[in-house]
């Protein structure tokens, strides 16, 4: 009887060790470069930085008032020009302070987007996604699901070239409010 004991005590071991060795024959060690990138994946995303300019931002803001939630009505459609370096804004969405009891995610990156499950927003808690298409371009999309009328806030960034004086924001200023009005 001890004798099958002190077996099993000596065989166990032995399957373990085998399993496992066939573990990692299934699965061969990562490359330095797989485990950086798998390193850059669990680490908190960094805010993307873009290049100052002048930037066109156009933005639309639609609301469903449809009980089967399939019909939109767009309530913003403005275009702006400014000289700004959007990489600022970019920092503090990044950085999103706790508003009342809504306290915000902290973004996912896979690739070129940048996913908030949770933000807290002047729409209330929202679902971000930024996607990064170059230092000089980007698209932001806030969906709002909660409520009777739910919301979808779109921003496409692109900037279009160099601030020149105050004078080129202020014409700026003056095209995209015209463009607003027509």
Known sequence: MNFRVIAVMIA??????????????SHPPKTQAQQAQQQAETTPAQPPSFRKGL????????????SNKNVKYRVVDREMTRCVDPS???????SSAPVGSCVSDKP?????????????????????VITV????????A????????????????????????????????ARSAAAVQH
Not at 88 to 94: E, L, N, S, W
Request: hydrophobic share 35%; charged share 25%; glycine share 6%.
């Open 55 to 66: 930037w066109r931002f156009i933005r639309t803001l639609d609301v469903v008032r449809n």
């Open 133 to 140: 298409h170059s230092d000089e371009s980007y698209t932001e």
């Open 88 to 94: 600022h804004a970019m920092k503090a969405t990044f």
């Open 108 to 128: 996912e990156k896979v690739g070129n987007k940048y996913t908030f499950a949770h933000r807290c927003d002047y729409l209330g808690a929202v679902s971000t």
């Open 142 to 173: 806030n969906e709002v699901s909660t409520g009777d009328s739910p919301k979808t806030d779109f921003v496409t960034a692109k900037r279009i070239g160099d601030c020149g004086d105050d004078n080129v924001e202020v014409s700026a200023s």
């Open 12 to 25: 166990v071991p032995l399957f373990v060790h085998q399993a496992q060795a066939q573990d990692t024959l």
